[in-house]
């Protein structure tokens, strides 16, 4: 019986096999530039133009090589300085500068501190001149980046001279305010609660600012009359306090947003903003807010008072040390807020005991005299504020500190604090008869 002969295919020739292997990267490649071709017309439709969506993917590009490399946010510095500044008109006709905010991360302390500086603040110009700080951007004619650099050396002098340290500035944000309607209106408008009314027109701006007050929804342009509106007593500061409330509305809105809003406010975004910070440093700063809240935000002025430089109408720091310790509070952290509470019949002695509190370590933030007479002095804190408080005891002779009663009431007349403060001195009648050991 004949055995079966097994069949077996023949081996593949070399050339053949080089072929099909060719012949499956060709294939390969090829679907791999079709997916890229249609991501990058993707792109291109959602930014608006061929420009936008270069810079898109370069950013994308460069947030992959950064995170490939494990590059941490802001190359490892733990305090970083953020100049935001707005422009009034579009970034290539030598705008000048609307908003001026000076923004400090603290990454280690976990803290962010915001600095509004007055737009008519008269400084010295990098270009040796002296006027408002908002022409300083200006002085970089059409080139983007010199503005730029010129608003950033006006704000570093002003901090250096008044702080006497050196002051450098990281990065930046620019916002072009004429193409913020787009992005309102792309948000779909805004809640706001307007706090009284607004009416003003400037034709030669195009603005026309008709709002009533009380809690309603604005579209772009009443959204922009809103913010720039400063045509009240209290003039530019009021338009900086109105801007730091928008901007919280604004941000916790734009937190919220289902996914296709996000995608039709990318392009006014685009349009509006310019930065040199990287993907890697917006998303430590977003990780940051979104930890602290809006609410967790240190808000600061620079003070300044009214006055005139030949024709011209300015506003320009008076009181230096305040002005340093403003600074001070923002680039190292806030200072334990105090108030004083009067109980006792000597008329005066709140004001007294609060010109002995070092102002380098604590912020009086108010002086009140209590609705009933006190026996005993006393310091009213919480658990974490007691080791300040300690140190306050002992400068001013305080025997008793206890964080489990509450501070009695107190008329503090015109100006209460908007917060409570975190230490509380009451002073009884045996203020400042006995100089007893602080009892924790």
């Known amino acids: 019986m004949t055995e079966p002969v097994q069949c077996m295919e023949p081996p593949v020739p070399i050339k053949t096999s080089r072929r099909r292997l060719r012949a499956f990267w060709r294939k390969t490649l090829l679907v791999l530039l079709i997916l890229l071709i249609a991501g990058f017309t993707a792109i291109i439709i959602v930014a608006g133009s061929l420009p936008k969506a270069l810079t898109l993917a370069g950013i994308g590009a460069t947030y992959v090589k950064d995170k490939a490399l494990q590059v941490p946010p802001f190359h490892g510095q733990k305090q970083v300085n953020i100049l935001l500044i707005g ?40 270009d040796d001149s002296y006027g408002r ?8 004619g059409k080139n983007g980046q010199r503005c730029v650099e010129m608003a950033k050396t006006a704000v570093e002098t002003l901090i250096t001279d008044l702080d006497g340290q050196p002051m450098h500035i990281d990065r930046f944000v620019r916002v072009q305010t004429d193409r913020f309607v787009k992005l309102i209106d ?6 706001l609660d307007v706090e009284k009314k607004m009416d003003y027109e400037d034709p030669s701006q195009g603005l026309f600012i008709h709002l009533e007050p009380g809690l309603q929804h604005l ?16 003039g530019d500061y009021g ?4 801007q730091d409330q928008f901007l919280r509305t604004l941000t916790t809105q734009l937190r919220t947003q289902e996914k296709s809003q996000r995608l039709a406010t990318l392009r006014p975004l685009l349009d509006m903003v310019l930065t040199d910070l990287s993907v890697t440093d917006a998303l430590a700063m977003k990780k940051l807010l979104e930890k602290l809240g809006m609410n967790g935000l240190q808000t600061a002025q620079l003070p300044t008072v009214p006055t ?3 024709r011209a109408e300015v506003v320009e720091v008076e009181d230096r040390e305040a002005a340093a310790q403003t600074l001070r509070d923002v680039l190292n952290g806030p200072r334990t807020t105090v108030a004083v509470i009067n109980g006792t019949e000597r008329t005066g002695i709140a004001r007294e005991a609060g ?21 005993t002095s006393m310091i009213v804190t919480d658990d974490v504020h007691r080791p300040a408080a300690a140190m306050l005891a002992t400068q001013l002779g305080i025997a008793v500190i206890d964080s489990k009663v509450t501070p009695p009431a107190a008329d503090f007349g015109k100006h209460p604090a908007t917060t409570p403060a975190q230490i509380t001195v009451v002073l009884g009648s045996d203020f400042g008869k006995t100089t007893p050991p602080v009892v924790q």
């Open 239 to 242: 338009r900086i306090r109105r």
């Open 133 to 140: 700080i908002n022409g300083a951007h200006a002085l970089g």
């Open 87 to 126: 422009t009034d008109v579009s970034f290539g006709d030598s705008a000048r500068t609307d908003t001026i905010k000076l923004i400090h991360l603290d990454l280690e302390q976990q803290r962010i501190a915001v600095l509004s500086i007055p737009r008519d603040t008269w400084v010295k110009l990098p």
């Open 308 to 310: 005139r430089k030949g």
């Open 355 to 375: 010109d002995k509190i070092d102002v380098s370590t604590y912020q009086l933030i108010g002086v009140g005299t209590s609705q009933l007479p006190l026996l």
């Open 219 to 234: 579209d772009g342009t009443q959204a922009m009359g809103y913010v720039r509106f400063r045509h009240d007593a209290e």
């Open 186 to 191: 792309a948000l779909g408008g805004i809640d």
